[in-house]
Structure formats: C-alpha cells, structure tokens
C-alpha cells in the first residue's frame, strides 16, 4: 500500500514538472506573428496609358523615373513616297534630323534638350506629371508642358533683324479606354510661329492622340494637329504609324505630312496637305539610359 502511494506521488510531481518546463514555450508559441500575413505594404503597380513621354510628335503625360536618362535621334524624310524609285520613296532625302536628351529630375518631372537642323532650331523644355488617378477602372493622367526655343538661323527681317526666340505651353490629359487604347488631348500655345513676319503673333492648336496597343511590344499610333491657317503653315499636321517597344527602345516609324520636329515648329502647322501624295517617311527612335 506504502508502495503505490510514493508511485502516485512521484507520478504528480513528474507532471507538475513537465508543466512548468513547456508552460513558457506554450506561451511563446502564441506569442509569434502569424507568417503569412505581410511584413510590408505591397508594392502599387504605376498607372500608366501611354507607355512613352512622346507619341509621334505631341507630348503625352508619362514621365520617366528619377535619375533615368532617355537619348532620342528622329528624322523627317523631306521628298514625299510619291517620288517612288528614282529617289528611293524618299528614302534619298535630304532629311530635317533632330538630336535630344532627356533627364528625369523626379518621378513626375523631365527636361528636355533637343535641336533640329531645320532653321538650326535648340528646344529647351520641362514636363511635370500633375494629376492621376483611376487605378481601377479608367486610368487617367495630366502633365503640363513649358519649352523655349531659339533659332540659330532665324531669317533677316526687312530692316535687317531677326526674331529667333520661340515660346509654348502644353497641357496633355491622357486616359485609357478599355485595356488597350489610349487617348489623349493636347491643347497648345505658341508665340512667334512665323520667323519671318514683321511681328511676332500668338498662335493656339489642339493635338489628338490615339495608340491601340497590338501587344506588349507592338502598337499602332495616330496623331492629329489641328493649328491655325496662315502663309506658309496652311495645314494640320496628321501622322499615324506603328510603335515597336522592347528593351527600353522605342521605334516608331510613320507616316506624316509634316517634315517639322520640334515643339515650336510642329505646332504651328505645315505647308503640305494630308493628301496620300503628300506623305513622307518618318521615324523616332529613343533609347532609356540608367547611368
């Protein structure tokens, strides 16, 4: 009887033990975060319509990363396809060339230097991505656009002077209908559109817009400039063409009845119809920098 009264006792006492020696890990074991539950915020994918900061000619809203650097070399073929053969569809030239590069001071802010041989022209200028929203439904985004630009051969005016300096302003506000078409407005001021006026005037045009995106890698795009009628500069600017995006290269290669490149001279209109005899060969290609 003595017997099973200390194998009772000892029994209780192991299990008192045991007790105290797991209690703590127990109490640690609730303790512990639950593992799958996020250590961080999840990363938000950018709203974005069109995928670069220039269509063909007017500007769009996007904007590049801080610090990314993008190289631009553009040429407008001056001889129309009509020439056919003998001037190899245009392909002979001459051609209006223009050289630039760009620097993202911000996430939503970019300056642009770029210069075009036609009347020696050197475009400074500034975008800042304002607005956007519409993440999950209809993406849509608004930048302003302010440049300068100075004509290195500007023409003589009649008492020996000339007029070299350009100004502009741009507001561009994008959406994107469904999952694949962007579209976008860009309604513009210009002073001093005509080097070779005795005054200088005011000028206002509004851009249209629209890509239809193919793929990832492949789309169609499509422009149109309408700007005031005036001597030299009696028509609208049309351009449509396709887009080849891969590994931070942008080629676009298109259509156009406008042989103009820079902001100050693009906007101001174009002495050649949109007739299909007047189309001339065109290409942007830019390159995205990460110095």
Known sequence: MMLKVKEILMLRRGLLITAVLFAPLGAQGQDRPVQWQRTSDATEIPITVFHSPQSANLPTAETMLKGEWQFEISHRFIPPFKNGPDALW???GPIN????IAYAVHDRGMVTLQRTNLNDNLDLNAKVRLFEAGRK??????AVVGGVAWNGDAPSLLDGSTRPWQYYGQLTANVMLGERFALGVVPSFLRNPLLNTAQAQ???????????YLSPHVSVLGEWNISEERVGQEYDAGTFGIELETGGHFFKIMASNSVRLNPAQFMAGTPFSFDPGEWRLSFNITRLLQL
Do not use: A, C, H, K
């Not at 439904?137 to 608004?142: E, I, Y």
């Open 90 to 92: 245009g392909l002979d």
């Open 137 to 142: 439904s209809t993406p849509v985004m608004v």
């Open 202 to 212: 005011n000028t206002y045009s509004v851009g249209i817009m629209g890509q239809l």
């Open 97 to 100: 060339n223009r050289l630039g």
